[in-house]
Each structure stands twice: as C-alpha cells, then as structure tokens.
C-alpha cells in the first residue's frame, strides 16, 4: 500500500478477514513511521473536554466555561494530542487545500464511529473558506465514518480561529446559526470538529442548536485536543 500521508509504500498489518471485504476502510492507510507522529490521549486526561494533563480534575479551560455555563459545561471527548505531527498535518490540509489527506484525517476519526447519537452535526465552514479552499474540510472527514445531519451554517466575514490570539478567540462573536430548512431535532447530538482549542466555536454552535432545539442534549468529538 501507499501510506496516506508520506507516500511511501509500505506492508499494512491485515488480519486476514479483511482482504474479503470490499470496503478496506478497516485497514489502516498508514505507514508505521508516519503513525508513530500521532500520540493518542490517554487516561490521564480533563474528564470534560478531554484535554491532556497529568491530573484528572476538570482543566483551567473547563474552569473558565463553567464560570460562563455553570454545570452545563460541555463534554468533549477526543481521541489525539494536539502536538507536532497533528499541527503539520493540518496545516497541509487546510491551508494548502491538500484534498487528498482527507483519508489519513478519517484514520484518526474513526473511533467516532463507537458513539451512539441520534444526529452528527459538523462544524461548517465560513463561506469565505469554503470558496478559498474549494471543499469542507471537516464535512470530507467525517461523511465517511457517520451520517452527517448539516443543521448549521456560519455567517459571512467571520474569520477563522487559527488566526487569532487566545484571548481574540476567546472574544469572538457567535457566528453559527440554523439553517432555514432544518427541522427539529431532539434528542442526543454530537457536533464534530478537527480541534478543540479554547472551546469556543463549539460552545457557540452548542448555543445555537440548544437555542433553537431545546429538547437536544449535546456533546462533542474533535479529533484532537
Ligand atoms: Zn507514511
Ligand atoms: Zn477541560
């Protein structure tokens, strides 16, 4: 196989059922070196947002959202740290519009796929982006791995979170809204994103779905955090 992300070929580890399914999803698109750059979260981490840390009390970030939102402090869970490796590769994908990594991004994804919820609702993008990069980034992740339910769309002249300081992200105006043609949803919601950095775009798409449907309960998944 062609690693995903490096290019090189390489030798899959494959249990032998899997060469018999038409969908290789299953089997992994990258190669061992490039793997060894992703450095998956584990136990020791925020219970609420998942971040990365050595105690397991809810994070400074949670503390500032719990001073906003008192217990109704988002649960967010994700899979990888948000180092290096993680950066480099979404910075390829974002910024040069590298279409084609979608494959090694839905790798990462995929364990989004063990959550029960009645809707996955990503995170869209500006109008602004879409046109710049040609394609939704975080729509061409994750339509692979769930059925995406596209209740929310972003206004206009928003500009992107990477481009800002912490506390300019902090102070960003809510831009999400609902779509015109959406219909109600209720029940339990999942909004997917590829980061979680302050939490505040979510928080903001949270607001608006809870807003408009009461009856949701809403978390998150980004792929790193
Ligand atoms: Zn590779
Ligand atoms: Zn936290």
């Known amino acids: 196989m062609i690693c995903a992300w490096c ?8 249990i032998p059922w899997q060469l018999f399914v038409q ?12 793997q060894r750059q992703f450095d998956p979260l584990g136990k020791r ?8 840390q050595p105690a397991t ?12 939102y008192g217990q109704q402090i988002m649960l967010n869970q994700a899979e990888w740290h948000y180092n290096r490796g993680f950066h480099d ?3 390829a994908y974002k910024r040069y519009g590298d279409y084609e990594l979608w494959p090694v991004l839905q790798q990462l994804a995929k364990p989004v796929q063990k959550i029960k919820a009645d809707y996955f609702v990503p995170i869209p993008p500006s109008p602004e982006h879409l046109a710049q990069r040609q394609f939704d980034t975080i729509k061409a992740i994750f339509s692979h791995l769930v059925p995406l339910t596209h209740a929310l ?7 992107a979170q990477g481009e800002k300081t912490r506390a300019q992200r902090l102070q960003t105006a809510q831009s999400f809204f609902i779509k015109e043609d959406q219909p109600a949803l209720r029940g339990k919601v999942v909004l997917l994103d590829d ?9 903001h798409a949270r607001d608006a779905l809870q807003t408009a449907f009461p009856d949701c309960q809403i978390s998150s998944f980004t792929i790193a955090r």
């Open 89 to 91: 590769l979404m910075v």
């Open 23 to 34: 969908n290789n999803q299953s089997i992994n698109r990258l190669c061992e070196r490039c």
């Open 195 to 203: 980061i979680y950095t302050t939490g505040r775009t979510l928080y």
């Open 153 to 159: 769309a972003k206004a206009a002249g928003t500009s």
């Open 57 to 68: 009390e809810i994070c400074s970030d949670c503390q500032f959202w719990r001073q906003i």
């Open 7 to 14: 290019q090189q070929k390489f030798v899959p580890k494959i």
């Open 45 to 52: 981490r925020c219970p609420q947002c998942s971040r990365d």
